[in-house]
């Protein structure tokens, strides 16, 4: 890809308008991320339930703004 999922958050995160939009990273990597700019990291292989979970809270947070 030309620009990778760290990069794509960073630039929602620096845009009002998409700021508060939940981020869910999906990964295989072992190497450090850098976490911040996420609502949530799941690692490779998925938790159906972990992946569920994140995703009812994302939803419930939006319905709280």
């Known amino acids: ?3 990778d999922g ?5 630039e ?3 845009h009002e308008e998409t700021r508060d939009v939940p981020i869910l990273l999906v990964t295989g990597s072992t ?3 850098d ?3 996420f609502t949530a990291v ?4 998925i938790d159906p339930n972990a ?4 995703v ?3 939803l419930a947070d939006s319905h709280d703004r």
Do not use: G, M, T
């Open 56 to 58: 009812d809270r994302c």
């Open 1 to 3: 890809p030309r620009v």
């Open 42 to 45: 799941l690692h490779k292989p």
């Open 12 to 14: 929602l995160r620096a």
């Open 35 to 37: 976490e911040s700019c």
């Open 51 to 54: 992946l569920a979970a994140n």
């Open 6 to 10: 760290l990069a794509v958050a960073q």
């Open 31 to 33: 190497d450090p991320i």
